[in-house]
């Protein structure tokens, strides 16, 4: 799946190339449908980027996309999700068909991202939650002293690495509202991590990987520091959603990115930027 930031970018390198496309968008919608509106799909004689739902919809739309895009013309369509589809979703949506050469991709509103994440830790466990954020809609901003420790093919443009020997000091350009992941390789690092983070009353979760002896431990140096107990409250440890067993840094990753969009469901961490 390309999510929306990477769908955009992929529209303005197609656009600035002379690439032939076309875009397809849900513009609106009816009942239950499988993508909400706005959400795009970009179309060329050999490639399909995005997803406006999957299924028998899907390949319709890019059917209908590809003649069109022959004939250089643009159109809307009309599709009820029932029987002639093979789909029982029930609801009806209405897709635009634009080219390419005359959509302002620059110009496209975005969904604000289900979430905003400082992610401290370039190791085994903070790669491989990276790995599983690529294919989510957020924005990362991925934190580490060590640039080797950062994967040498590009990142998506929704994670932004950082490298920096000053680690706790970068806590400052945290947005309200998004939350912290702390995993580093260091206990003192990620005991000034969290201290920093806990003191900024505008960071609704600090999430800390550990046991809950360190738990207590952080707890206990982090009082003794004067943090007061409603800042303290917002310390989670162990991390990752309750009942996902396992030490594997895939494992971890599957729970912590469970957590993750389980606090964006429910609005405990912002999205906007």
Same mark, same amino acid.
């Given at each position: ?49 995005? =997803?406006?739902?999957? /299924? ?15 004939? /250089? ?14 789909? *029982? ?48 809609? *957020? ?14 093919? &590009?990142?998506? &443009?929704? !994670? ?16 309200? /509202? ?34 809950? =002896? ?28 309750? %009942? !996902?067993? %396992? ?18 469901? =429910? ?7």
């Amino acid at each position: 799946m390309t999510l929306p930031l990477a769908l955009q970018a992929a529209a303005l390198q197609w656009r600035d190339q002379g690439r032939a496309g076309m875009v397809v968008e849900v513009q609106s919608h009816q009942g239950s449908v499988p993508r909400e509106a706005g959400t795009r799909m970009l179309v060329a004689a050999d490639a399909v980027l995005g =997803t406006i739902g999957g /299924g028998h919809l899907e390949l319709q739309a890019i059917e209908r996309a590809r003649q069109l895009l022959a004939q /250089g013309q643009r159109a809307e369509q009309r599709l009820a999700l029932g029987p002639s589809l093979g789909q *029982c979703c029930g609801g009806a949506l209405v897709l635009s068909y634009q080219p390419l050469a005359q959509s302002a991709p620059e110009t496209w509103s975005l969904p604000a991202p289900r979430f905003l994440l400082d992610l401290y830790g370039a190791g085994h466990v903070g790669r491989a939650i990276v790995r599983l954020l690529a294919g989510i809609d *957020c924005r990362v901003r991925w934190l580490d002293e060590r640039a080797s420790e950062f994967p040498a093919e &590009p990142l998506p &443009p929704h !994670i932004t690495p950082l490298c920096s020997e000053g680690l706790p000091h970068e806590l400052a350009a945290t947005p309200a /509202g998004a939350g912290v992941l702390i995993l580093t390789h260091s206990h003192d690092l990620d005991l000034a991590l969290t201290e920093a983070a806990l003191a900024r009353d505008d960071l609704p979760w600090v999430g800390l990987i550990g046991s809950a =002896t360190k738990r207590a431990r952080f707890l206990h140096r982090l009082e003794s520091k004067g943090l007061r107990p409603e800042q303290l409250a917002r310390l989670c440890c162990p991390i990752g959603l309750p %009942g !996902i067993a %396992g030490k594997e840094p895939e494992v971890i990753a599957v729970a912590v990115v469970a957590q993750l969009l389980q606090l964006s469901s =429910t609005g405990d961490l912002n999205g906007h930027l």
